[in-house]
């Protein structure tokens, strides 16, 4: 079978999988397959290609079905039901704290909202009831804060402990040597944490087109990969080495700040990204790409419809692989461009352009909303987030060491987040 074929048969494939999750009846599940035979039989495909790729359909069809079965066990959604499990994830989210856990006998973890005043850590067991729902990416969610309680702990994995603790720790350095809302924003960009934004800030950073830089998705980390061949691009100039400490950067990134599902998910977009930048073989990308997305997809086919993370994830890469190249192209006749830099303005702003590009009509789909100014705000703070980055973690290091050490190392931290925080008050407020 050629790569074509296969990619062809792997597309199928999640065409089944998101018929399934849309819950498309019969009918309709027909009607694409009928329809997809018919475009392939107009292209004048052999017959035996079009039978393989009908199968591939009803196969991810089938699939998705039992997976939802199978990942559920004996979860009852939209009804009373009583869950036991080990906490994942302890959250604070004003006075609401939202546990993540892994339920007894249930592959989908399980969000719990609750009022109860407890601080659960990782591998506390806690008991709660409540009705649930699905809410996407493989998982099930309480539908109100309900209580819950601690019963007990269970043994847990030591070096996942251990990234635990030093994610809160690099927290409350932060924390010691930042205002609050500095802080806020810091830990937002190193590790994702957005609990203590507030409902203006919030608002102001979703308008200004930049809530982005605070998720820790894949379009920060194939962004930030980028970065990481540019920068080591002027030490080492062989492009295999060149790979291979980028790599390793990204992965150290991704396990210091905690190495979650999602944060894995986008390091593999980074990594691809950096693969296809550093290949220059844009015309094969689409081999790489499709089967990720089937094989994340075989391990769970929930992301595919539900998951914005993942969705967002493979836009931005697209943008970045396929709308770049296009756009580069064009803007360096129009400004006489004679070289390329990693690391200019244009560059920036040409992957900015292609990433928003293609994540825009998703955004506008998701959160009913888009920003006018997201291009020009990206400009401006997109090149500040690695250094950002940067800063933040070497503040909480020294702050750990010395709390007077690190507020003398968070002084440039200070000023650099104090001129986003002016970018996404300007675009997010003044403009809007």
Request: proline share 3%; hydrophobic share 55%; with cysteine.
């Amino acid at each position: 079978m050629r790569a074509n074929d296969a990619v062809v048969l792997a597309l199928s494939f999640l065409i089944g999988v998101g018929l399934s999750e849309a819950g498309a009846g019969l009918l309709i599940i027909l009607a694409a397959v009928l329809a997809t035979g018919a475009f392939f039989l107009w292209r004048r495909a052999d017959w035996r290609k079009i039978i393989l790729i009908s199968a591939a359909i009803f196969a991810g069809v089938f699939y998705c079905a039992f997976r939802l079965s199978w990942d559920r066990g004996n979860l009852v959604l939209g009804s009373g039901t009583r869950v036991v499990g080990m906490v994942l994830k302890a959250e604070e989210a004003g006075s609401l704290r939202r546990l993540t856990i892994a339920a007894k006998g249930v592959r989908e973890s399980v969000e719990v909202p609750t009022f109860s005043a407890i601080s659960p850590e990782y591998g506390d067991i806690v008991e709660a009831t409540g009705v649930l729902a699905s809410a996407g990416g493989g998982r099930v969610s309480f539908v109100s804060p309900v209580e819950a309680k601690i019963i007990g702990h269970t043994r847990v994995n030591p070096f996942a402990s251990a990234l635990f603790q030093l994610k809160d720790s690099l927290s409350v350095s932060i924390k010691k040597a930042l205002p609050a809302d500095k802080s806020a924003l810091a830990l937002g960009v190193l590790l994702g944490d957005k609990s203590d934004f507030s409902k203006e800030f919030v608002q102001r950073i979703n308008k200004s087109g930049l809530a982005h830089i605070a998720a820790l998705s894949g379009y920060n980390v194939a962004v930030l990969s980028i970065y990481f061949s540019a920068v080591i691009g002027f030490f080492i100039l062989h492009r295999g080495w060149r790979l291979i400490v980028a790599s390793l950067g990204i992965f150290s990134f991704i396990v210091m700040t905690g190495a979650s599902a999602s944060l894995v998910r986008a390091g593999i977009m980074g990594f691809i990204a950096l693969i296809m930048k550093n290949s220059g073989r844009v015309t094969d990308v689409k081999f790489p790409i499709i089967w990720t997305a089937f094989f994340m997809v075989l391990v769970d086919p929930k992301i595919l419809l539900f998951d914005r993370g993942f969705e967002l994830s493979f836009a931005a890469l697209l943008g970045l692989v396929y709308l770049e190249p296009a756009l580069k192209s064009r803007l360096n006749r129009v400004f006489r461009a004679t070289k390329e830099t990693w690391v200019g303005w244009k560059e920036v702003a040409v992957q900015t352009i292609a990433a928003e590009l293609a994540v825009s009509p998703l955004v506008l789909i998701f959160f009913r909303q888009f920003s006018p100014w997201a291009v020009i705000s990206n400009i401006a703070v997109l090149p500040a987030i690695p250094i950002t980055m940067l800063l933040t973690f070497l503040t909480a290091l020294a702050g750990l060491v010395s709390s007077p050490l690190g507020l003398v190392v968070s002084w440039p931290l200070s000023l650099l987040i104090g001129y986003e925080e002016a970018v996404i008050n300007f675009f997010g407020g003044a403009l809007l």
